[in-house]
């Protein structure tokens, strides 16, 4: 009992001796890194002095930089991207605007080519682009494990190459890339702003993890073991923890939607400079299709305008419409066709393209679906004007700027009952109906056949009731809107 008591009473005074010394050693390490983090920040605001530009005032021009390692994509969140540098270009004539991007394989003039060809977007002056040769450290597919992290750090590096490129006065986030705001502001001294489409994690994804449900980011050999959907779900709750503390750290923060706004708000904690922001679509160029009554036909055309990503879910798109052209809910005379619309970002993509067509083939439905990518401009607005059903099949979509193209456009809207759509979109209009929401195959295929059950003039009535309520997302309501979130940040 002595003996025991005695080397109890030894371990605790080694471990009281050894506590002071590492007290002082952790102050120390602590107190280096400060020092170093100081240094390199005083580093790169020197780098900024001598490489600044002189304005016509003698002073200092401003730099607002854009990090968009995708710029080039096509998607939505490059028609934001594009509409924000056109909107702050016509307000801060003077400042120098710059575009991070990984895109090495075009030029920036190709680059601004087309955003004109897709988007109808002209910027009223130049801009300049700085490429990045790290962007495969943002790529899902280098993180088969663990994707969110990987991904997240790897931004962190990759915005630390952009630092090291160009150090601006200004800094936005507009692809969702959080974990380079601490970064951009701690050490780059910049004002720093982001623009949020979805965010990295939501709330929804940890309930999906604790109810363990397969989704695309939840693979279905997790949600059938319990132990490592317990794993996953500290993981995740752990990584939104992070997310949440590095988000805050914006000076301003932009939402596309009720919905992401929402989750921000629950993960962020950021409520005094937040905004809802609604991205700016082209509703007048859509709006500009003559709108008529339909004329008689046998083929109907139902058009999905989208990227090619894996959370967009082309598959259900697939597999609703062979089971729709199973039902036969046109009867023997129609002739309806799928046409899949979208970009390409990489080679992931092109590649998912090819499964979706390999989907079609063995659902026998190949020759009734046709895949258009990386389309004009003009030629997206044909297939637009020619469509009776709109359709988006995305799960807690954070807004759809696809949607309110094919309502502005004319079409029949069949979107997913979840996130931007059901909260902000197709909702009803002066108390009219305004599109149609459906969750899976079976209420999807269902809902195709009864909005072409309808009369022409009752699908007439949805769609002039659609276009009225999309004028509230507009360009120029979105320049309104932006310019008023980022005002502080040009102050």
């Given amino acids: 009992m002595a003996a025991g008591?005695?080397?109890?009473?030894?371990?605790?005074?080694?471990?009281?001796?050894?506590?002071?010394?590492?007290?002082?050693?952790?102050?120390?390490?602590c107190l280096c890194l400060v020092v170093l983090l100081w240094g390199i920040r005083l580093w790169l605001?020197?780098?900024?002095?001598?490489?600044?530009?002189?304005?016509?005032?003698?002073?200092?021009?401003?730099?607002?930089?854009?990090?968009?390692?995708?710029?080039?994509?096509?998607?939505?969140?490059?028609?934001?991207?594009?509409?924000?540098?056109?909107?702050?270009?016509?307000?801060?004539k003077d400042a120098i605007y710059v575009v991070y991007t990984g895109d090495k394989d075009v030029t920036g003039e190709q680059i601004v080519e087309s955003a004109f060809r897709r988007f109808n977007i002209k910027l009223t002056h130049p801009v300049k682009f700085v490429?990045?040769?790290?962007?495969?450290?943002?790529?899902?597919?280098?993180?088969?494990?663990?994707?969110?992290?990987?991904?997240?750090?790897?931004?962190?590096?990759?915005?630390?190459?952009?630092?090291?490129?160009?150090?601006p006065d200004v800094y936005?986030?507009?692809?969702?890339?959080?974990?380079?705001?601490?970064?951009?502001?701690?050490?780059?001294?910049?004002?720093?702003?982001?623009?949020?489409?979805?965010?990295?994690?939501?709330?929804?994804?940890l309930s999906v993890v604790r109810s363990q449900n397969a989704r695309f980011n939840n693979a279905a050999f997790i949600t059938r073991n319990p132990l490592l959907s317990k794993l996953k779900f500290v993981y995740y709750y752990l990584f939104a923890f992070v997310y949440g503390?590095?988000?805050?750290?914006?000076?301003?923060?932009?939402?596309?939607s009720s919905w992401t706004l929402n989750h921000i708000l629950s993960l962020w904690r950021t409520g005094i400079c937040t905004s809802v922001v609604y991205p700016p679509c082209d509703v007048q160029t859509f709006l500009d299709i003559p709108l008529q009554e339909e004329k008689s036909t046998?083929?109907?055309?139902?058009?999905?305008v989208g990227q090619f990503r894996p959370e967009k879910d082309h598959p259900l798109q697939i597999r609703a419409f062979a089971k729709f052209l199973e039902k036969k809910a046109l009867g023997q005379q129609s002739s309806p066709k799928l046409i899949l619309i979208g970009g390409c970002r990489n080679q992931q993509d092109e590649q998912r393209v090819n499964r979706l067509k390999k989907l079609c083939e063995e659902l026998g439905v190949d020759k009734k679906v046709e895949f258009k990518v990386n389309i004009p401009f003009e030629e997206l607005k044909k297939y637009l004007a020619d469509a009776v059903i709109g359709l988006h099949t995305m799960w807690n979509e954070h807004f759809?700027?696809?949607?309110?193209?094919?309502?502005?456009?004319?079409?029949?809207?069949?979107?997913?009952?979840?996130?931007?759509?059901?909260?902000?979109?197709?909702?009803?209009?002066?108390?009219?109906?305004?599109?149609?929401?459906a969750e899976n195959e079976d209420d999807y295929s269902e809902t195709m056949a009864q909005i072409l059950s309808l009369s022409p003039e009752k699908r007439l009535e949805i769609r002039q009731n659609a276009r009225q309520s999309v004028n509230r997302f507009s360009d120029q309501e979105f320049e309104v809107a932006f310019l008023l979130s980022v005002e502080q940040l040009f102050k």
Avoid at 245 to 255: K, P
Wanted: proline share 3%; charged share 15%; with cysteine.
């Fill in 5 to 29: 008591e005695f080397c109890l009473c030894s371990l605790v005074r080694l471990l009281c001796s050894l506590f002071i010394p590492g007290l002082f050693l952790s102050g120390a390490l």
């Fill in 45 to 92: 605001q020197q780098r900024k002095n001598q490489l600044a530009s002189i304005g016509k005032d003698g002073k200092h021009q401003l730099v607002v930089a854009f990090f968009h390692p995708y710029c080039n994509a096509g998607g939505g969140g490059e028609r934001v991207l594009w509409c924000a540098v056109r909107t702050l270009q016509k307000k801060y």
């Fill in 131 to 167: 490429f990045l040769e790290k962007r495969y450290l943002v790529e899902a597919s280098l993180y088969p494990h663990f994707t969110l992290l990987g991904q997240s750090l790897g931004s962190v590096f990759l915005g630390w190459e952009a630092l090291m490129k160009c150090v």
């Fill in 172 to 205: 936005i986030d507009s692809m969702g890339y959080a974990f380079t705001l601490p970064l951009f502001k701690y050490l780059g001294g910049c004002r720093v702003g982001c623009y949020v489409h979805y965010p990295t994690i939501s709330t929804d994804m």
């Fill in 245 to 256: 503390l590095v988000g805050s750290r914006s000076d301003v923060i932009m939402v596309n």
């Fill in 298 to 304: 046998t083929e109907y055309s139902i058009v999905s």
């Fill in 400 to 437: 759809g700027i696809g949607i309110v193209e094919c309502m502005a456009a004319g079409t029949i809207i069949l979107a997913h009952n979840s996130g931007g759509p059901k909260l902000d979109i197709v909702v009803p209009y002066e108390g009219h109906i305004t599109g149609f929401l």
